[in-house]
């Protein structure tokens, strides 16, 4: 059974960081490209970043030069690490195998102003 877990969300100033991590199974993580998104009340899924199976890195505008995907393949473990964050950040953040129907159920994040 293909499982993903995120967690590390929490409560944080603005100006904070927090770094997310998703724990999988039940795949073969390393043959897997990986995302992370998020999602606000009202508003539809965005694409936060992604990270292909060589390591190579792809990130919206919104993450640019704030946060950084990364994976540890022996872990089966995603990474995001964020940084400078603000208040339009606070949202449901979900990790997700790429081109799949399979997504983690997230972990909230929280930022104050």
């Known amino acids: 059974e293909v499982q993903l877990v995120e967690s590390g969300g929490g409560l944080v100033q603005s100006g904070g960081s927090l770094r997310l991590s998703c724990e999988t199974s039940?795949?073969?993580?390393?043959?897997?490209?990986m995302s992370w998104g998020r999602r606000t009340p009202g508003k539809k899924l965005e694409w936060i970043s992604s990270?292909?199976?060589?390591?190579?890195?792809t990130s919206s505008a919104s993450a640019k030069g704030r946060f950084t995907t990364s994976r540890d393949n022996a872990k089966s473990t995603l990474y995001l690490e964020m940084n400078d964050l603000t208040p339009d950040d606070a949202a449901l953040y979900h990790c997700?195998?790429?081109?799949?129907?399979?997504w983690g159920r997230g972990t909230r994040v929280t930022v104050s102003s």
């Open positions: 997700a195998i790429d081109r799949t129907e399979f």
């Open positions: 039940g795949f073969p993580f390393g043959d897997y490209a």
């Open positions: 990270i292909q199976t060589d390591g190579t890195t």
